[in-house]
């Protein structure tokens, strides 16, 4: 242990170096450490703590209303008995915004702050500092003065695809507050499911907070399957009051996000006179984007002002996120209203009456002092005047938005969409798709590459978005959410010179103990292990095993032997590997099992005669000849895949020998463009230079997701095989993605 904090001391910035010298200093590993996230400005330990055994708070009059966060924070203790800690919060008006000093001494806590929200974060680091201690009657001793890089820092949340109840959005905002997230960008209203009350139209309530049932698995399964259950509910104005002072006595702003002119199925289902055809939808049942969009009428508009005179009057925020993302002008293209209406107004096309759309409702909430915020489509067909734009589909519409000199925030779905995967491990829990690992989003930087000096202070923050069609219930978004908003965090509040990935780790590992305690699920990706197996040179088949960041040791166990996984390890025969990485004595990740099936090919030479799509690749051509077969219930990890093209592999056995048979395995799964090849030829020789053709064989149709394909070659002596699987070519018509080119999926080639 030790040892780790004296490698990463070297190689991290002098801002750490006091840190680590003083617990060095101290021998204290454990108690004088300030495991804080995100990470501060100005971090100074000293090597004293302070005893918490009671404590008394004293605030100024400006900050009264945080006893009760204060009283949540110090929970447990006694208060005001003599000789208690005294807590001091004055307002120190020379501070900026959001700024906080803390001084830990072995007498007490100063805190300043010149406005509540510094004092919020004040406390919460307080809370962190207790929390993530060996012990929390002691914290460190210490000066902090700190301030966040960006003024915006927000995390979302849709409730539409699925539903979660106050209790749970008040948890998530404690968890914002907790990494000094200031804004908690509410998604409440969505195709399948309208989940804010409006009074004057209850079939809001009655009709579009419900829908019938939901499909099951992924949406790209053909055919969908439904499970038949009714589906719903909404936030009562009164739940929303409520949250929105929770929110607020934790600095939290919350951003509602009432969508248009798309993602309003479920508002047109129970008024048919909001779409273009006036014919009745149904609340969406599946994921995608619908064509049933708001007509553009004058019904349209009053129907939009009046909810958002009810939104207005429940949410405080400076802003209204009006969506403005993925709305698909069939409708409107369809409709004379429309066509008519781009005429008369003397618009191009349907882009500029989305544009259209969106700044008749700018100009609406401008005039009641309100703001917009709108996804990056907002800019097609021209920006609304006062419009921040959400950058989503990358950083151009970033870019393009700060070079008008529009307010943006950054959320590239590249680094900031925590529905997508977080580990390519077989057994991760369903996902909409995607790959964004924790080390990816705290290597994020949100002022984008290319856009000139003068526009970077029009970026305002960046923000984590959770849609949730795949998270119906809590624990799901939890287990999504957390550690990843951690890493965000630290992006969006610390300055990029006291950011470091290994030392974040070695923090986020006291915070996963504290989460624990209080039964918050969690994905602790960092102990999960990267195993490559490398295979294909000639040389045997050799297994790497990294942690994806945990310093805690690797256990394997192989033959029946235990050990601690120091170096590769050679595969020689026929076994089953475990490895996982142990925290006292348990397993920290997932465990995992790899099955080795040796055979005259696994470790030999190979080459192919076109290399597999990037992504797909692997550990590049020796997992073909690895020993180890990949899931028979998705195509990652060991399988290999072409797009359009055959696979040609050639392998050299390294000598003449028999060969009895030799069999591939094949995926298939037309919904996802995954077609077994037309037929199979296999070729044999004992020179490399003269070949002899095997009958090609035509590969069969299989119901099954797997196809093992065996080729009895009758006790043949060879050294060389090369073997050419035909791709199946174009997709067919009325197949999904019918006309690309098909794909072609290949594991482990077994030659006995
Ligand atoms: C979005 O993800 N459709 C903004």
Same mark, same amino acid.
């Given at each position: ?13 002098? /801002? ?17 450490? /300030? ?17 918490? #055994? ?52 072995? =007498? ?19 809370? %962190?500092?207790?929390? !993530? ?36 959005? =008040? $948890? ?30 209850? =079939?809001? $309530? ?30 009562? %104005? ?49 994921? +995608? ?65 989305? #544009? ?46 700060? &070079?008008?000199?529009? @307010? ?24 909409? +798709? ?28 960046? $923000? ?41 780790? %070695? ?11 209080? +039964? ?26 990294? !942690? ?27 076994? !089953? ?13 997932? &465990?995992?099992?790899?099955?080795? &099936? ?18 797909? #690749? ?41 060969? @009895? ?17 037309? %037929? ?61 080119? /098909? ?10």
């Amino acid at each position: 242990m030790k040892q780790n904090i004296i490698l990463s001391f070297l190689c991290i910035t002098g /801002a750490f170096t006091t840190i680590f010298l003083s617990s060095c200093e101290t021998g204290e590993t454990s108690t004088n450490q /300030a495991m804080v996230i995100p990470y501060p400005a100005e971090l100074t330990l000293s090597k004293d703590s302070l005893s918490l #055994s009671s404590v008394s708070l004293s605030l100024a009059p400006q900050f009264e209303d945080l006893k009760p966060l204060f009283e949540e924070i110090f929970e447990g203790l006694p208060t005001d008995l003599p000789g208690s800690a005294p807590i001091q919060v004055t307002r120190d008006t020379a501070l900026a915004a959001e700024a906080y000093h803390l001084l830990v001494t072995s =007498k007490g806590i100063e805190i300043r702050s010149a406005h509540q929200r510094g004092a919020i974060y004040a406390l919460q680091t307080l809370r %962190q500092l207790r929390e !993530t201690q060996n012990s929390r009657d002691k914290i460190p001793c210490l000066t902090i003065k700190d301030q966040p890089r960006f003024s915006y820092r927000g995390m979302h949340l849709d409730v539409g695809r699925h539903f979660f109840p106050v209790s749970f959005v =008040k $948890q998530y905002i404690d968890l914002l507050s907790m990494y000094r997230f200031n804004t908690f960008h509410w998604h409440l209203t969505e195709d399948q499911g309208w989940r804010i009350e409006i009074k004057k139209y209850p =079939k809001l $309530q009655s009709t579009a907070a419900y829908r019938k049932e939901t499909v099951i698995g992924h949406n790209n399964t053909t055919p969908r399957q439904f499970d038949g259950k009714p589906y719903g509910g909404y936030y009562t %104005q009164e739940e929303i009051k409520e949250v929105v002072k929770y929110a607020m006595a934790r600095g939290i702003t919350i951003i509602p996000e009432i969508e248009l002119p798309g993602h309003a199925q479920a508002a047109i289902a129970a008024y048919p006179e909001l779409g273009c055809t006036g014919k009745a939808a149904e609340v969406a049942t599946y994921w +995608g984007v619908f064509d049933e969009v708001y007509c553009p009428s004058e019904k349209t508009f009053t129907f939009l002002q009046d909810v958002l005179d009810e939104v207005m009057a429940l949410f405080p925020s400076p802003y209204i996120h009006i969506g403005g993302d993925e709305c698909p002008k069939t409708r409107w293209k369809e409709s004379k209203f429309c066509q008519d209406l781009i005429k008369k107004v003397n618009l191009k096309d349907e882009h500029e009456l989305q #544009s259209y759309f969106i700044q008749r409702i700018e100009k609406y909430l401008n005039s009641k002092g309100r703001y917009i915020i709108g996804w990056d489509e907002i800019l097609e067909g021209g920006l609304a005047p006062n419009a921040t734009v959400m950058s989503w589909r990358g950083v151009e519409g970033g870019i393009a938005a700060a &070079r008008q000199k529009h @307010d943006v925030i950054m959320t590239p779905t590249d680094y900031c969409y925590f529905d997508y995967y977080q580990s390519r491990h077989a057994n991760e829990p369903l996902a909409i +798709g995607g790959f964004l690992p924790l080390s990816k989003v705290y290597g994020y930087e949100p002022v984008p590459e290319g856009l000139e000096e003068e526009a970077h202070r029009y970026i305002l923050g960046t $923000q984590g978005n959770v849609w949730t069609e795949y998270m119906d219930t809590p624990e799901k978004v939890l287990y999504m959410v957390l550690p990843r908003m951690q890493a965000l965090a630290e992006v969006a509040w610390s300055d990029p010179k006291v950011k470091n990935y290994d030392h974040f780790l %070695q923090r986020l590992n006291t915070h996963f103990e504290w989460w624990k305690r209080m +039964g918050l699920p969690f994905a602790d990706k960092t102990a999960d292990l990267n195993i490559s197996i490398h295979s294909g040179s000639g040389n045997g088949v050799l297994v790497a095993v990294k !942690t994806n960041g945990s310093t805690l040791p690797i256990q394997c166990v192989l033959g029946g032997k235990t050990f601690t996984y120091d170096k590769p390890i050679v595969i020689q025969k026929s076994d !089953t590997l475990l490895a996982s990485v142990q925290r006292g004595g348990m397993s920290a990740g997932k &465990r995992d099992t790899l099955v080795f &099936r040796m055979h005259q090919a696994a470790g030999k030479k190979i080459n192919l005669g076109h290399m597999p799509a990037k992504k797909y #690749s692997a550990d590049g051509p020796g997992s073909l000849i690895n020993g180890v077969s990949g899931a028979n219930t998705n195509y990652t990890e060991e399988w290999i895949g072409f797009e359009g093209k055959n696979l040609e592999a050639e392998i050299d056995l390294g000598a003449i020998t028999y060969v @009895d048979e030799v069999s591939m395995r094949f995926y298939h799964s037309p919904e996802q463009w995954i077609y077994l090849p037309g %037929q199979v030829s296999l070729y044999f020789s004992q020179d490399g230079k003269n070949y002899n053709e095997m009958p090609a064989f035509t590969v069969r149709p299989t119901q099954s997701k797997v196809l093992d394909f065996l080729i009895p070659t009758a006790k043949t002596k060879t050294r060389y095989i090369r073997l050419v699987a035909n791709n199946a070519g174009l997709i067919p018509a009325g197949q999904p993605g019918e006309g690309n080119p /098909a794909w072609l999926f290949v594991d482990e080639i077994f030659v006995n």
